[in-house]
C-alpha cells in the first residue's frame, strides 16, 4: 500500500465488492477498482441503477467491507472494524429516501443524533446544531417534525446533520432521486455552497447529467468499473459511449450532437449558453 | 393529503403551563406517588383532600375540562360496574332501599362512591400527566428514571430509543397506510364486504407491502444510523437535558403535604 | 373516454377543526383519446384531482362525468367508474403482495370478477405490454426483480384491468435514464395502440413537452392555466411565478430568439427536440453554415 497523502480524500487499489450468497458463487458488484480522489475536489459518479455507484458510497463509508483489495478513505482503513469509525468522523452520507434517514422526532433532535453519538457535550451541541442549521437555511425550522417538512427540506435537514459534525467528506447518494425539480436544484446549490465556501469534499452519485456540469470532475461506473473518467468536457464528449450504458447527456450536448452528425461543424459544448453563442456564430455568418 | 393525518399521537395538549412545564421526571413520579396515596384515604375528609387537589391540578394545568371527560370515556363502563357491584354487594349500616332480596345499604354506597371515585381520579391524573407531557418528553423522563435498571443488563438505552424512533415513524408509517390502501382500492380491492374471514383475507394486499415497507424503511435507517456514528448507548450524550426546577420542588411538596393532610384525617 | 369535471371542489375533513381545502371549483375536460399532462408543486391538488378521476374519492361540491356515469357528492358506488379509469400510483412496486408476479398482476382482474382463467390471460397479456417476457417472469417472486421490473409489474397490474382511461403519478420517479425512457416509451405505445385516454402526472417539464397535446397546469387547489403545450410554454412569466420550468428547450429557443433578428424567430412550438434539430439544420442550411 502507497503512503496516503493528506490532500487524497479517498485512494483504492483494486478494490472489489461482492454481496455474499449462499448458494451462487458471489458475483462481484464492484470490480478491481483503482480510484483517487483528491481533497477539496467536487466529484460526481454517474451510472446506471445497478451499475456498482451506491455500493461504492457504502464502501466509502464503511457501510460494507472490501472484499478484496484496498481502500483508504481520509488516510484510515475502510476496511478495519475500528478505523471505520474515524472514516465515519470525516465523512457524512447523504441517502436517497429522505424519509429513511431521519431519526429525531424533532429536526433539532435529528440533527443532534450525530453529536450525541459522538459524546459531544450538551451545550457545545446547541452551538453546532444551530451553525448547522444555519448553513442549510433551516433554522427556523429547528422544532418541526419531520415528517411535515417537503423532501427538500428533510435533505437539508439531512444534510445539516451530517454539517453538524464537521465533517471533510460529504456524499450524497442519489440524494436528490425523489426530489421534485425545483428540491433538487435546491439540494444541489447546497452542496456546491458548502464545497465552496467549507471547502468540503463532495461526492455526488447521481444518474441526472444535469447535476454533473459544474463538478471538477465526473467519474462513469458501468458493472463495477470505471468507464470514464475526466472533467465534464472530456466525459460529455463521449457523448454516445454514455447513451450506450444507459446514460443521459445534458441538452446542449444532444442537440449539438445531432447537429454535427447532419454535417454541421461545431466545438463541444456543455451548456444552453454556449451552444445559443455557437448556434449564433453560425447564423450569423454570411 | 389523506385520511389518517389526523390521527394525534397520544394526546399531548401543548402549553406552557406550571404542570406543562415540570420536569417529566417528576411527573412521572408524581403520578406514582399519587396513585399510592389514593388507597390511604378511606373517609369522606381524605376523599375531599384528593379531589380537591385532582381538581386544582387540573385548574393550573389550563386543560380544558372536556378533554379530561374524554379521557374517562374508556372507563366509565368499568366505573358503572364498580358502583353497581359495592351498591349491591357491600353490606353494613343503615338500610337505604330493599326490595326482595335486594338491598343497598349504607356501606354500600359509601364504598360504591370512594371506589369509584378513586378510579376516576386515578385515570384523571395520568391523563393530565400524557395531556401535558410530550410523547418525546415522556421516554426521555422514563429513560432517566429506569437508567439505575441499566446495571442489572436492563437495555434502558435501547427501549428508550426504540420508542423515540417509533413515535418519528407512526405518522411517516400512518401516510404509507393510507397510500397503500388506495392503491389497492384502485386495482378493485373491496375492504369492507363479506364475512370476518373474507374481511381477514381482504387485509393481506394491505399487510403485506406494508410489512415490507416497514422492513425497507428499518434496513434504510439502519445504515443512515450507523453511518451517522451509532454503535450503541455508551458514550453518547444527550442534547435533551432534563433539568429539576423550583417548581418540580413545589410538586414534591405537594406530595408530602397531601401525605400529611391523608396521615391525619384518616380514619 | 371522455371524462368532465363540473365545479368540482374536495375538503378534507369537513366540518372538522382539520378542514383543508384541497380543490376549489375545479371545471375541466378531458377529451377521449387525449394524452394529458397536470403539472403543479408538490401540494398544488394533483393527487387529489387525479383520486377523483378514478372515484377513490368523491367531490364535495361538484359533478365528474365519463360516459353514460357520474359522480356527485350523493354517489355511493363507484366501481363501475373505477374498473374504467385505472390510476397507477407513485412508486407503485410498493403495492405489490403477491407470491408471484402472474398472481399479483391478475389481482385486480379478479377483483371486477372475472374468471381466474381470464383473469390470468389479462395477465399474461399486460405484462407483454410493459415489456416483460411472461413465461420467464410469472412465477417468480415480485420481490425478486429489479427496482425497474417491479415498476413495469405494477404498471401491468392496472392495465390488466383494461381501463380505457390511465391516469399515472410521477410513472418515473426514482428510475434511472434507461427506465424512465422505456416505461415512457411503453405507455405512449399503448396509448396510441389501444387509443387510451392518458393523464400524466410529472414534474418533469420534458416529459410533459415530449408526449402531452394538452396541459393542465395546478396551483393552490385550482386549475391555473390550461391548452396546448405550445400555448402553456409561452407563458414562462407565468409558470416562473407558480415555481414551475419550462422544458429546457423552450429556453434555448427563447435565448437564441433574442440574438435573432424577428423574420428568423424560431417558433415555441418546436419545443421537441427532433423538431428543433430539424429547424436548426433548416436555418443552417439556408446560410450554408458549415454544411
Known amino acids: 500500500m502507497s503512503i496516503v497523502m493528506p490532500e487524497t480524500a479517498v485512494v483504492s487499489k483494486h478494490l472489489a465488492f461482492g454481496y455474499q450468497t449462499d448458494q451462487e458463487p458471489r458475483s462481484l458488484v464492484i470490480k478491481d477498482l483503482d480510484l483517487e480522489i483528491e481533497t477539496g475536489l467536487f466529484v460526481s459518479i454517474m451510472g446506471h441503477n445497478g451499475s456498482g455507484k451506491s455500493t461504492l458510497a457504502k464502501l466509502l463509508n464503511g457501510l460494507l467491507t472490501p472484499s478484496q483489495g484496498v481502500l483508504v478513505v481520509c488516510g484510515f482503513d475502510a476496511s478495519n472494524n475500528e478505523t471505520v469509525w474515524e472514516i465515519r468522523h470525516h465523512v457524512g452520507m447523504v441517502f436517497q429516501n429522505p424519509d429513511n434517514q431521519i431519526v429525531g422526532p424533532t429536526v433539532e433532535d435529528d440533527v443532534a443524533f450525530g453529536l450525541e453519538n459522538r459524546g459531544v457535550p450538551p451545550e457545545e451541541m446547541r452551538v453546532r446544531i444551530d451553525e448547522a442549521l444555519q448553513s442549510v437555511h433551516m433554522q427556523s425550522f429547528s422544532q418541526a417534525q419531520p415528517h411535515r417538512l417537503s423532501g427538500g427540506q428533510k435533505q437539508r435537514v439531512a444534510i445539516a446533520g451530517i454539517m453538524a459534525i464537521r465533517p471533510s467528506v460529504i456524499i450524497l447518494d442519489e440524494a436528490t432521486a425523489m426530489l421534485d425539480p425545483m428540491a433538487r436544484k435546491e439540494v444541489m446549490a447546497l452542496a456546491h455552497r458548502l464545497h465552496r465556501e467549507e471547502g468540503i469534499t463532495v461526492i455526488n452519485i447521481t444518474h441526472f447529467p444535469e447535476e454533473t456540469l459544474h463538478s471538477d470532475r465526473i467519474i462513469v461506473m458501468h458493472d463495477g468499473k470505471v468507464v470514464l473518467d475526466g472533467t465534464p468536457a472530456a466525459v460529455f464528449a463521449e457523448a454516445e459511449r454514455l447513451q450506450a450504458i444507459g446514460l443521459d447527456v445534458p441538452l446542449a450536448v444532444r442537440l449539438r450532437q445531432a447537429l454535427v452528425s447532419n454535417g454541421v461543424a461545431m466545438p463541444l459544448v456543455l451548456e444552453r449558453e454556449e451552444l445559443v453563442r455557437e448556434l449564433c456564430k453560425l447564423l450569423s455568418k454570411t | 393529503m389523506n385520511v389518517l393525518q389526523n390521527f394525534a399521537i397520544g394526546q399531548y395538549v401543548p402549553g406552557r403551563s406550571f404542570v406543562h412545564l415540570l420536569d417529566p421526571r417528576s411527573k412521572l413520579l408524581f403520578v406514582l406517588a399519587f396513585a399510592i396515596l389514593v388507597f390511604l384515604a378511606n373517609n369522606w375528609q381524605t376523599y375531599t383532600v384528593l379531589v380537591v387537589f385532582t381538581l386544582s391540578a387540573v385548574a393550573v394545568a389550563r386543560i380544558s375540562p372536556g378533554y379530561l371527560v374524554r379521557s374517562l370515556k374508556p372507563v366509565w363502563f368499568l366505573i358503572l360496574l364498580t358502583i353497581i357491584l359495592h351498591l349491591l354487594s357491600t353490606k353494613g349500616g343503615a338500610v337505604y332501599f330493599s326490595w326482595g332480596w335486594l338491598t343497598i345499604e349504607e356501606q354500600g354506597v359509601k364504598q360504591a362512591v370512594f371506589i369509584s371515585l378513586r378510579l376516576t381520579l386515578l385515570v384523571l391524573i395520568s391523563s393530565l400527566l400524557t395531556l401535558t407531557t410530550s410523547p418525546l418528553d415522556l421516554t426521555d423522563g422514563m429513560e432517566r428514571l429506569l437508567s439505575p435498571l441499566k446495571k442489572i443488563k436492563v437495555p434502558v438505552h435501547e427501549i428508550s430509543l426504540m420508542l423515540s424512533i417509533a413515535l418519528r415513524f407512526i405518522p411517516t408509517l400512518l401516510e404509507e397506510t393510507d397510500k397503500i390502501i388506495k392503491a389497492q382500492m384502485a386495482r378493485g380491492a373491496d375492504l369492507d364486504s363479506g364475512n370476518l374471514l373474507k374481511r381477514a383475507k381482504n387485509l393481506v394486499p394491505i399487510t403485506v407491502p406494508l410489512f415490507i415497507s416497514a422492513f425497507r424503511r428499518a434496513e434504510e435507517l439502519a445504515w443512515a444510523m450507523e453511518a451517522r456514528g451509532y454503535r450503541g448507548g455508551s458514550g453518547r450524550t444527550r442534547l435533551r437535558q432534563l433539568r429539576f426546577s423550583w417548581r418540580d420542588a413545589v410538586a414534591a411538596l405537594m406530595i408530602l403535604l397531601i401525605l400529611g393532610l391523608l396521615g391525619w384525617w384518616r380514619a | ?291
Open chain 3, 1 to 291: 373516454m371522455q371524462i368532465t369535471l363540473e365545479n368540482v371542489s374536495h375538503i378534507y375533513g369537513k366540518g372538522t377543526p382539520f378542514e383543508k381545502t384541497a380543490l376549489t371549483n375545479v371545471s375541466l375536460t378531458i377529451p377521449a383519446g387525449a394524452y394529458v399532462g397536470i403539472i403543479g408543486q408538490t401540494g398544488s391538488g394533483k393527487s387529489t384531482l387525479i383520486q377523483h378521476l378514478n372515484g377513490l374519492l368523491k367531490p364535495t361540491s361538484g359533478r365528474l362525468r365519463m360516459g353514460e356515469w357520474e359522480i356527485t357528492p350523493e354517489t355511493k358506488r363507484t366501481s363501475e367508474w373505477r374498473k374504467r379509469v385505472g390510476l397507477v400510483f407513485q412508486y407503485p412496486e410498493h403495492q405489490l403482495f403477491e407470491e408471484t408476479v402472474a398472481k399479483d398482476v391478475a389481482y385486480g382482474p379478479l377483483n371486477f370478477d372475472l374468471p381466474e382463467e381470464l383473469a390470468m390471460q389479462r395477465a399474461k397479456e399486460a405484462l407483454e405490454i410493459v415489456g416483460l417476457d411472461y413465461e420467464a417472469i410469472k412465477d417468480r417472486s415480485p420481490f425478486q426483480l429489479s427496482g425497474g421490473q417491479m415498476r413495469r409489474v405494477a404498471i401491468a397490474g392496472v392495465l390488466a384491468m383494461q381501463p380505457r382511461v390511465l391516469v399515472l403519478d410521477e410513472p418515473t420517479a426514482g428510475l434511472d435514464p434507461a427506465g424512465r425512457k422505456s416505461i415512457l416509451e411503453g405507455i405512449y405505445q399503448i396509448h396510441r395502440e389501444q387509443k387510451l385516454t392518458t393523464i400524466l402526472v410529472t414534474h418533469s417539464m420534458e416529459e410533459v413537452a415530449r408526449y402531452a397535446d394538452l396541459i393542465v397546469v395546478m396551483a393552490n387547489g385550482q386549475v391555473v392555466m390550461q391548452g396546448r403545450p405550445e400555448e402553456v410554454f409561452a407563458q414562462e412569466e407565468k409558470l416562473r411565478q407558480l415555481s414551475l420550468d419550462v422544458p429546457e428547450t423552450i429556453s434555448l429557443i427563447k435565448e437564441l430568439n433574442e440574438q435573432l433578428p424577428g423574420e428568423r424567430q424560431i417558433p415555441f412550438g418546436l419545443f421537441r427536440e427532433e423538431e428543433l434539430v430539424q429547424h436548426l439544420l433548416t436555418m443552417l442550411a439556408s446560410k450554408g453554415a458549415g454544411l
